[in-house]
Nanobody
Framework: QVQLVESGGGLVQPGGSLRLSCAAS????????MGWYRQAPGKERELVAA???????NYADSVKGRFTISRDNAKNTVYLQMNSLKPEDTAVYFC???????????????WGQGTQVTVSS
């Protein structure tokens, strides 16, 4: 089994910064794309940012220029640096990873348990 554990959420004032981390552990042969999603109360879960194993990234328009996704393949960890935070960034942030457990074998998508980010004065 594979576990994704997020950390780094919390309460921050508008304009502030937070850095989220997500570490994957367990039976892992290879990790493909990793990403961060968020879900605000009463809204659907949405993609915030994603990164391939080769380092290519994409971002939601609402966070471009403010958030940066990165990964450390040696540590099976993905990060989300969030700057210039706004109240509308308030949500539960979920880590996601596409994992190959054994080869040959299919890819599975795993989710973390979520970490709360609250932007408020």
């Amino acid at each position: 089994q594979v576990q994704l554990v997020e950390s780094g959420g919390g309460l921050v004032q508008p304009g502030g910064s937070l850095r989220l981390s997500c570490a994957a552990s367990g039976r892992i042969f290879r990790i493909g794309a990793m990403g961060w999603y968020r879900q605000a109360p009463g809204k659907e879960r949405e993609l915030v940012a994603a990164i391939t194993s080769g380092g290519s990234t994409n971002y939601a328009d609402s966070v471009k220029g403010r958030f940066t996704i990165s990964r450390d393949n040696a540590k099976n960890t993905v990060y989300l640096q969030m700057n210039s935070l706004k109240p509308e960034d308030t949500a539960v942030y979920f880590c996601n990873a596409v994992v190959v457990v054994t080869t040959p074998g299919p890819e599975y998508r795993y989710w973390g348990q979520g970490t709360q980010v609250t932007v408020s004065s």
